[in-house]
């Protein structure tokens, strides 16, 4: 567990078990914390690295705006950092984010991806999602002191103060629009996506996305031949919000990280 100096930033890691390196993204307002139900099945098979985002958890906010492509060159750096010449990726939510444009900007270090609860565009969210996105800012911040998410910033965080401008922050970059979905099909890191079933994505985007990366076209055959790189996952009886902490992420997600995969066409 230590920082490392990358890009003006201080970013928090910490390193869990041993095998093929799997780097962590928490979501929204979390810290590496959020994976801890299902962080013991992941370092069973693979050394996990757990990373705190920017202005997240362990790793103080610098002078510089939250966007997901600075925050993907912060992982790159850390990557570099640690030595590393390839990992699989595993981003949910905000940290999808974060882990997809790893793969756009930096496509040779990523050797597979998992998105957990991410969309490929930010009109892939509910309407009422994105609603509620448009509201955050320092207000809503302070009304959310108490929470579990600020419980846990309050013991992480190098400068719990700066919690409002946290929420400040990170409203800033969910109201900006984004639709990545050209980029996306061309990606030709092995991708899959895992969602709930009662996501705060909708079942038709999780069908684009998928679409885009290749998959939902044609049968895949008697044998399988004609099955797509990508994998879709759709887990029942979860939300966008408990979905992270299911026994069934490891357990749909480490199959996929341990197979070859035929590359995409």
């Not at 055959?221 to 099955?227: F, I, Q, Y």
């Amino acid at each position: 567990m230590s920082y490392a100096d990358v890009n003006g930033l201080r970013l928090w890691y910490e390193i869990h078990g041993a095998g093929p390196p799997l780097v962590l993204l928490h979501g929204g307002y979390g810290a590496v914390e959020m994976f801890a139900p299902i962080l013991p099945a992941l370092a069973a098979r693979r050394q996990v690295i757990g990373v705190d985002l920017q202005g997240h958890g362990r790793t103080a906010d610098v002078d510089r705006p939250l966007r997901y492509e600075s925050m993907a060159d912060d992982v790159v750096a850390l990557i570099r950092h640690l030595g590393l010449p390839a990992v699989d990726v595993l981003g949910y939510s905000l940290g999808g984010g974060v882990a997809l444009r790893t793969a756009i900007q930096h496509p040779g270090l990523v050797r597979r991806l998992v998105l957990v609860s991410t969309p490929c565009r930010r009109q892939g969210w509910y309407p009422e999602v994105l609603a509620a996105m448009a509201t955050q800012d320092e207000q809503v911040g302070e009304q959310m002191r108490g929470t579990p998410p600020h419980q846990l910033y309050a013991r992480l965080a190098p400068r719990p103060e700066d919690w409002p401008r946290l929420w400040a922050k990170g409203g800033d970059l969910l109201r900006r629009e984004y639709d990545w979905s050209a980029e996306v099909a061309t990606l030709a890191v092995p991708t899959m996506l895992v969602y709930a079933d009662a996501d705060s994505i909708p079942v038709t985007h999780m069908a684009e996305f998928f679409g885009l990366l290749g998959g939902g076209h044609r049968d895949a055959g008697w044998d399988g031949t004609d099955r797509p790189a990508a994998r879709l996952a759709v887990l029942p009886g979860l939300t966008h919000y408990d979905v992270v902490a299911a026994p069934a992420v490891p357990a749909a997600v480490l199959p996929f990280l341990t197979h070859e995969v035929r590359p995409p066409v």
